[in-house]
């Protein structure tokens, strides 16, 4: 067909559409399409609304999305900042605590150091771990003091024999400082008595310090005889003079004496007198028990993981103004070399300090520590031996408590 012939078609069938509408409209039936007309008549608005294209998805189908939680608590209050100067001061350093100096009439005032303060030059000393011209050059004693240039890995220093007694408790002291002080430097000096058949006693100045700093050192002697006194540097990898004052070795005064603690403290009446101390029950009962064997009778304190304090104590009553010894017997019964115990007995009273016997390292042999202290309370105390302060487990034995009032 024809261009034309397809015009005339489309044309006729454009009239034909239209003359039968009208035809419908001016007939009986035109109320039908008048309804539909007004029904589509605002379909363009209802369909922008609601496409019949895409329905609406049915809200279980929608997937939830939360908000982000944070991770920062809030502060319960808020932070005041601090104010500084502008200039401040330069801030004096404070003195380095040293270890508490217990009254001396505890101890008889009879020192078994000859020429303890260097007055008398080295007399009744000898060198020690140095020949005598290296000695010469490097340890001095001048001006009351003893000065030694420690050298880097060497040990050297002096010594001299002195005559001890077993079974006697003595106080082991000296004051040291260094002469080149440089802060958190090593120093290593070290005072120390050697005697047969125990370890060596030891007071151990770690870091350099240019005040005079004093340390002491309680024990009970097991040996008779002649035993070595001495003290020398060489510790560190770097070299540090120090010098050294006033070393004592002062025997215990044979006083009369009272164990204060309330009895029992050596267990021989198994656990009597004493109560559990964080922790209680079943658990308790599982946990701390008391045994004997040759070395007589003591209390086992299975210490467990995580740093939870447990042990047992008991009420002392004491004096303010009187001086004590605290002492005790310690050792591990699952050694690990250099593995940490922080098995402890100790002294509460209100208002001071608690006064403390602490062994570090896991021991396989029993180990005593003693501390003599003065008090400054008077009525209720508690004495009490515990474990826990590592993170690994550790079973402690405990013997020989012992709490001593000087008369």
């Known amino acids: 067909m024809t261009i ?51 329905p609406e998805a049915k809200k279980s189908e929608v997937p939830k999305t939360e908000a982000p939680k944070t991770e920062i608590p809030e502060a319960e209050e808020p932070v005041v900042p601090v ?12 003195p380095v605590e040293t270890v508490e100096k217990p009254n001396d009439d505890f101890f008889v005032d009879q020192n078994l150091v000859i020429n303890n303060s260097f007055k008398d030059g080295l007399r009744g000393w000898r060198f020690w771990r140095t020949n005598e011209e290296n000695g010469k050059k490097l340890i001095k ?8 240039k420690g050298q880097i890995n060497t040990l050297m220093g002096v010594a001299q024999s002195v005559k ?23 120093m290593g000096a070290r005072l120390a008595l050697y005697a047969d058949g125990q370890k060596e006693q030891q ?17 009970t002697n097991r040996y008779s005889g002649s035993a070595t006194l001495f003290v020398h ?4 990898t770097n ?10 070795l002062l025997p215990e005064n044979p006083f009369p004496r009272r164990n204060v603690c309330s009895f029992n403290g050596d267990f ?30 003591c209390v086992i304190v299975k210490g467990q993981p995580g740093s939870r304090l447990m042990g047992m104590s008991q009420a002392v009553s004491v004096v303010s103004g009187a001086v004590y010894r605290m002492s005790a017997n310690v050792k591990s019964q699952d050694v690990k070399e250099r593995s940490f115990f922080g098995a402890r007995v100790a002294f509460y009273a209100p208002g001071q300090k608690e006064h403390q016997l602490l062994w570090t390292y896991a021991t396989k042999d029993w180990e005593e520590k003693i501390l003599v202290f003065t008090n400054n309370y008077s009525g209720k105390a508690t004495f009490f031996f515990h474990t826990g302060y590592t993170t690994n487990a550790c079973t402690a034995m405990f013997k020989d408590l012992s709490l001593i009032k000087r008369n």
């Open 4 to 54: 034309k012939t397809h015009a005339f078609l489309a044309t006729t069938a454009t009239l034909v559409l239209i003359a039968l509408i009208y035809y419908r409209s001016n007939s009986g039936d035109d109320s039908r399409l008048r309804k539909v007309m007004e029904k589509t008549k605002d379909l363009p608005a209802a369909v922008a609304a609601n496409p019949v294209s895409k």
């Open 83 to 94: 104010k500084t100067e502008k200039a401040a001061a330069p801030v004096k350093k404070a």
């Open 141 to 148: 004693a001048e001006d009351s003091l003893l000065s030694i």
């Open 164 to 186: 001890v007694e077993s079974g006697t408790v003595y106080r082991l002291s000296a004051k040291v400082r260094s002469k080149d002080p440089e802060e958190k430097s090593f």
């Open 203 to 219: 007071v151990v100045w770690l870091y350099k310090n240019k005040d005079w700093e004093e340390k002491s050192l309680t024990f």
């Open 233 to 236: 540097t060489g510790y560190t």
């Open 239 to 248: 070299a540090a003079e120090c010098l050294v004052k006033d070393i004592a």
């Open 268 to 297: 021989k009446d198994g656990t009597k007198g004493w109560d559990f101390w964080h922790i209680s029950g079943t658990e308790a009962s599982n946990l701390i028990e008391r045994t004997s064997g040759d070395y007589g009778s």
